[in-house]
């Protein structure tokens, strides 16, 4: 469980996150909202990149923001990126054993643990074919493979079905939804794409302009009228 | 929940981890023919002028491969590499005029004493990158030749700085006992760059490596997989500076004697433009910077021709380099020749049809 209270980051006069207060239960949960309402600032709070103003956060009970920021991932904090971030120059099984190899999860399942996740995000490429080689949608799921490998508690998705064809973001929906159940992490996506929110998430929070405006189940969530004011234009998104 | 990784049961078909190809054996096979050529072959063919040449293209081999690290490996850019070479070259000859300690140990000293000066000195710069980090450290690099300017290279005085401006005759810095000449010394610059060349390589394919290549692409994406980027980039800096301090003790041996003006603070500049044109991202970029630094002069003053004229084609070097071929020289040559080497073989296949064609007739 993520417990948010009072969470406020300024960047100079703009206030991107305004006391931000949600709690995150369990499963895959979802943070929408239109463009820089502070959905990604708020990732980033949770990554140790940007320290935040005000507010706390407790995930299972511990102080998140007191660990420095590549101590996070020991702890079991993963995320990808808006804008991919596999590693280019290294193959896709030492993009996703880096995390293994940096939060010191111990060596001796790494090769079978690391096989697993890109088999679980079906990956289909050679583990040893450079990052560089693979196609876009492959990319992602490298970051996705990274994000689950090891013993994940905290799983941040960042519009991870941005620029995917449909069938890719049918089986990247489907990866998904698989992440609590096997992986043992509480999952937060953050996406534009509805029916993708819809399809995976239980529980969805709502953020405009840096305030909480919504949240609760998905469904209903997605009908409130501030939401659909504010963010959807349409309540027959679904 | 916490403690449970993620499982598949189904049974896996593909291959699972990178073995050595066939490939990777051609290229070691290349490199022991190419080192062994240029022990026992260069020497034999080439004149002394040349062998001096070349063992200079040894030492700056080393600090192309220093800054390589940096630039290429985890995209720091350093403007004070050359103020570094110039650190092990002053601590090597110091060491070489106060003690009879064997050569390979003075290296190695003149590697850490470099190391640990160079970590220092590049501390509070890892806060910077850029335009803001290169700046720095070409003031630090303009700060050192100063000092250098001051202190004097030793030359065989007392003292800490071992310096005595009024001694008339100066001895030369010594060379090991089994290489005492031009030749065998050119050899023992070549194996010594060959045990640096090495060491680079051990630390890309291992975890060091693997964590440059995150840090050089995306810092945010690195720290979400648990690097410790201060670290790895502190740790790039020490390896950087450890080579380049003992390519400066190659080099104080190869001169015998040492002056700051060798060691001008553009130097660092030019040597930049030369790594970009060699290319800053694989190990033969760094000999070819070497060869672009001190051979390229060699044979410009053999034709006759003046060496400032290299001013003018490093820059366009690098112009062409940054907007044509990132990779550098070293990696576009070989694409280069092989796309020559397919619009041969084609034009050939069609002469030999054409050919075939008027016989028929």
Excluded at chain 1, 76 to 84: A, D, L
Excluded at chain 1, 134 to 163: H, K, S, T, W, Y
Excluded at chain 1, 215 to 220: I, K, V
Excluded at chain 2, 268 to 279: D, Q, R
Aim: charged content about 15%; aromatic content about 8%.
């Amino acid at each position: 469980m993520i417990e948010v209270d009072g969470l406020t980051v300024r960047f100079g006069g703009v206030t991107s996150l305004d006391g931000m207060s949600v709690t995150f239960e369990s499963g895959t949960c979802g943070l929408i909202g239109p463009n820089g309402a502070g959905k990604t600032t708020f990732f980033n709070v949770l990554s140790g990149f940007v320290r935040p103003a005000a507010g706390t956060v407790r995930a299972f009970g511990e102080d998140l923001l007191s660990m420095v920021h590549f101590r996070r991932a020991r702890w079991g904090v993963r995320r990808t990126f808006q804008t991919e971030q596999a590693i280019e120059q290294l193959s896709v099984f030492d993009n996703v054993a880096m995390i293994h190899e940096h939060a010191r999860l111990g060596g001796a399942g790494r090769r079978r643990d690391v096989l697993d996740a890109i088999e679980f995000v079906g990956l289909d490429a050679d583990p040893s074919a450079k990052v560089a080689t693979l196609a876009a949608g492959q990319r992602r799921l490298v970051e996705v493979a990274r994000a689950v490998v090891g013993r994940p508690r905290l799983v941040l998705l960042d519009e991870p079905a941005a620029g995917l064809p449909e069938t890719e973001t049918e089986h990247l929906s489907e990866v998904i939804r698989r992440i609590p159940g096997q992986a043992g992490a509480l999952t937060i996506l953050v996406d534009h794409d509805m029916s993708l929110v819809s399809a995976c998430c239980e529980t969805t929070a709502v953020l405009d302009f840096g305030k909480l405006i919504a949240s609760g189940p998905t469904a209903e969530v997605l009908r409130d009228e501030r939401v659909v004011s504010a963010y959807l234009g349409t309540a027959e998104v679904l | 929940m916490a403690d449970t990784a993620v499982r598949t049961d189904r049974p896996r078909q593909r291959s699972p981890l990178p073995k050595p190809g066939t490939g990777t054996l051609v290229r070691a096979g290349v490199v022991a023919v190419l080192l062994l050529f240029a022990l026992f072959g260069l020497p034999q063919l080439l004149s002394l002028y040349y062998i001096d040449s070349m063992t200079q293209v040894a030492v700056w081999s080393m600090a192309a491969l220093g800054l390589g690290v940096l630039v290429g490996r985890v995209g720091l850019v350093s403007l004070g590499q050359v103020a570094v070479l110039s650190i092990g070259a002053w601590v090597a000859a110091r060491l070489l005029f106060a003690t009879a300690q064997p050569y390979p140990l003075v290296l190695l000293e003149a590697g850490l004493i470099t190391m640990l000066i160079g970590t220092l000195i590049g501390l509070p710069a890892l806060r910077l990158r850029g335009l803001y980090l290169a700046l720095i450290t070409l003031m630090l690099a303009g700060a050192i030749t100063v000092v250098l300017a001051t202190a004097n290279f030793p030359n065989g005085g007392h003292g800490f700085f071992g310096y005595n401006g009024s001694l008339v005759r100066i001895p030369p810095i010594r060379r090991p006992g089994i290489a005492g000449s031009d030749p065998a010394y050119f050899r023992y610059a070549v194996v010594v760059a060959a045990v640096m060349f090495l060491l680079v390589l051990v630390h890309i394919r291992s975890r060091p490596g693997r964590a440059w290549a995150a840090i050089r692409q995306s810092e945010p994406a690195a720290l979400a997989a648990g690097i410790n980027t201060w670290f790895y980039k502190l740790w790039a800096l020490a390896l950087a500076s450890f080579i380049t301090g003992v390519a400066g003790g190659v080099l104080a041996g190869a001169d015998h004697y040492l002056y700051s003006i060798d060691f001008p603070t553009y130097y660092s500049i030019t040597l930049l433009a030369v790594v970009l044109m060699g290319g800053a991202y694989s190990l033969w970029g760094a000999i070819v910077a070497g060869l672009l630094w001190q051979l390229l002069p060699s044979v410009l003053q053999t034709w006759g021709v003046s060496a400032d004229w290299l001013t003018i084609l490093f820059g366009v070097g690098v112009l062409q380099v940054l907007t044509t071929a990132p990779a550098g020289l070293a990696d576009q040559v070989p694409k280069d020749l092989a796309r020559l080497g397919r619009l041969l073989r084609r034009l050939a296949e069609r002469g030999r049809a054409g050919r075939g064609g008027v016989m028929a007739r």
